[in-house]
Each structure stands twice: as structure tokens, then as C-alpha cells.
């Protein structure tokens, strides 16, 4: 299967620059990919559109969503923090800016980081870069010390952990969005149970949940699980290689603890719906899902789901609209097919759908 039988057109103003005014207050489409209409009618049949995320919680009390005994499904969600990631230096030299995306700290010390930059090769080795504070004064320099495959090493004079970053660094958002981080992004560019810090780049499905449909969803008694993927390489990295069997995934960092996987095996035992919010969370499912148990450790992975992979745990998805010829647009169609896939995305072009982070949202059952 190639990379460009995922491809797509886009209006470019139907790419979500800004979350809604409002946290929560995105349209949702519901995909039923299990009618088995055929191609010429299934867009009418699968696709239900005119929702809004605050309907979600009645929404899964509805009786597609239960248990054959009639329980509510178990919704797991990635809990991950994104990291203040983004850093602008100056060429000492030139006092030309470039934009540092710290993806891994390759040492404890926080001296050492795997990052991403625009025009790696027009960096060298020894090439030092100064980082200035509000008040122009220099907080950090740091050294290009190395190369590890498509990125630089850059190695601080100062320690740069979380808390450095968090006084001055910025959130990364995607390159889609054509702005500037503001000082929101900092709280709507992050989930409202987001914490454990280390994603660089947000599990967008969860942007959506406000403390109010959290507190709905219990009243309905729809129980929550929390998992922990760490966003990176693995999730955004553009496929570039035309066949997408070529493609190599690069390796995340998840957990689960044991009351989290004590949750979904017991759910799965009896039947209840697993639903998974994002990407990231399927991912994490599908890695850990092992002979009825899921694993209960930190562990890594690279997982590629693409079609033809068999789901092992997960019965539902709730994710945002995805990037043409991504990887996460390939889990997504593995998930529904690529058809219905394509045929909803085309829907929701026409009735003008917001896409990508900010954007609006589908639950595919």
C-alpha cells in the first residue's frame, strides 16, 4: 500500500489556527464502521454528523455502546504533560535565530539533548548557539556536540530540565498551526488531567474534556482509565517513503500501572466496551495487550498500525482529524478502512469541519 492512497485535499482555512473560544465546544462526527454498506451508500449510513462534544457522555450510554449485559464502556485516556519543549537560539556568530524542538535528554544531568531543527545540515559540529531571556540577557548556550540520525546533539553549558524549561522555554505547537505559541497555549495546548511531563506535542483527542463532561461521564457511570505515552518521533514524524510498509517508527516511552491495568482487563472480562481517547492511547493498548493481560511495567513502542493490523483490545476511538499521508491517519483507517475513512473526511471538508489539534473530533465504533 502506498503513502499517497492516504493523501487529501484541504482547505487550508479549515486548519484550526485557534481552539474554540471554548474548551469543549467542538462539533463531533460519529462513524459506524461496522453497518457494511456498500461504497456508494455507505458515507449516508456510517456517518452521523451535528454532534458537540458536550453530548458525548449521553452519547455512550446509548445501547451500541454496552456490554451485552448492559454495562457501560471503560474510556482510557493518555495522561501524558507536554513539555515547554521549544527553544529559539541565536547563532553566536551570526546572531541568526533557528527554532530547537528537545525531543530526549540523552544524559541525567540535562546537559545533552536529541532535538529537531530546520536545516540540520547547515549546522557543524562546534557551532554554539545563545539563548536569551525576556530582558535580552543570556540564560544558556549550548554547543552542537553531534548528529544521531536526522538530528542534532546539543550539549548546554547549563543544566536544562523541566523546571528550566518551563521559565523559559515555549510549547511546541505543530507546524500547521502558522503563529506564534501565546501565553493560552499553555493551558489549551495541554489536557486538563495532563500529568506526566515529557510529550512533545499534545494527545490532541484529549484536548476536548472539560472538568464538566469528566464529572458527566462518572454521573453516567462510564468509568476512566488513565495510561501514559510520552508524544514524540513515533507520533508526528511524516512518512516519507512511498511504500508505507518501508516505514520505520521511531521508538516512545509509555506506562501503566497496576490499578490502570487491573481496570481494562476486568473490563474487557465482562464484555464493557474499551474506548480509547487518541492515537496515543490505542497505541499504548495495543503494544501492552498480550494473551488477555496487559502489561503492567515502562516499557517502549514502535509500533506502525496500518490496515490489515488486527485490534486486540480496543472497541471504539475517539480521535481529532488527522494530517494527509500520516501515520495516525493510517491507524485511524486500519480502525474504520480506508474508504470510510476517506469518504468521512471528505464529509467533513463539505460541511466544514475544524482538523488537526484544535480541531473537531469523530468517535469511530
Known amino acids: 500500500m502506498r503513502t499517497d492512497d492516504f493523501t487529501f485535499e484541504l482547505p487550508e482555512h479549515l486548519i484550526a489556527q485557534y ?27 456510517n456517518v452521523i454528523t451535528g454532534n458537540m462534544i458536550t ?54 544531568d540535562g546537559f545533552i539533548w536529541k532535538v529537531m531543527v530546520k536545516h540540520k545540515h547547515r549546522k557543524k ?68 488531567y495532563a500529568k506526566e511531563t515529557g510529550s512533545a506535542a499534545a494527545p490532541t483527542a484529549g484536548l476536548h474534556f472539560t472538568q464538566e463532561i469528566m464529572d458527566e461521564l462518572r454521573e453516567n457511570r462510564i468509568e476512566c482509565a488513565y495510561i501514559t505515552l510520552h508524544v514524540g518521533l513515533g507520533t508526528f514524524l511524516p512518512v516519507r517513503s512511498e511504500n508505507i510498509k518501508d516505514h520505520v517508527m521511531h521508538e516512545e516511552q509509555y ?36 494473551n488477555g493481560k496487559l502489561e503492567k511495567k515502562c516499557g517502549s513502542t514502535s509500533i506502525f498500525i496500518y490496515p490489515g493490523y488486527n485490534f ?28 470510510l475513512i476517506l469518504e468521512s473526511y471528505a464529509q467533513a471538508i463539505r460541511e466544514e469541519y475544524r482538523f488537526f489539534s484544535y480541531g473537531d473530533a469523530m468517535l469511530i465504533y
Open 19 to 45: 481552539p474554540p473560544e471554548k474548551r469543549g465546544l467542538s462539533r463531533l462526527m460519529l462513524l459506524d464502521r461496522k453497518t457494511g454498506c456498500s461504497p456508494s451508500n455507505r458515507i449516508t449510513s
Open 312 to 339: 486486540k483490545i480496543i472497541d471504539a476511538m475517539f480521535t481529532n482529524f488527522h494530517t494527509p499521508e500520516s501515520t495516525l491517519l493510517m491507524l485511524v483507517s486500519a480502525f474504520a478502512g480506508r474508504e
Open 55 to 108: 453530548e458525548l457522555p449521553k452519547i455512550l450510554c446509548r445501547d451500541n455502546f454496552l456490554s451485552p449485559t448492559g454495562e457501560k464502556p471503560l474510556l482510557v485516556f493518555n495522561d501524558t504533560k507536554v513539555r515547554k519543549a521549544r527553544l529559539t537560539g541565536q547563532y553566536e556568530k551570526t546572531g541568526i535565530e533557528s527554532e530547537f524542538l528537545l525531543l530526549q535528554n540523552k544524559d541525567k
Open 255 to 290: 506506562f501503566i500501572t497496576d490499578d490502570t491495568a487491573q481496570k481494562i482487563e476486568e473490563a474487557k472480562l465482562k464484555g464493557r466496551k474499551i474506548i480509547a481517547v487518541g492515537t496515543t492511547s490505542v497505541r499504548t493498548l495495543e503494544s501492552a495487550w498480550e
Open 125 to 192: 559540529t562546534g557551532s554554539v548557539f545563545l539563548f536569551y531571556n525576556n530582558y535580552e540577557a543570556i540564560i544558556n548556550k549550548a554547543a552542537v556536540s553531534g548528529f544521531e540520525d536526522d538530528y542534532l546533539l546539543l550539549e548546554f553549558e547549563k543544566p536544562v530540565d523541566d523546571t528550566w524549561l518551563n521559565l523559559y522555554g515555549n510549547i511546541p505547537l505543530p507546524p500547521y498551526i502558522k503563529r506564534k505559541s501565546a501565553k493560552a497555549d499553555e493551558q489549551r495546548y495541554q489536557t486538563i
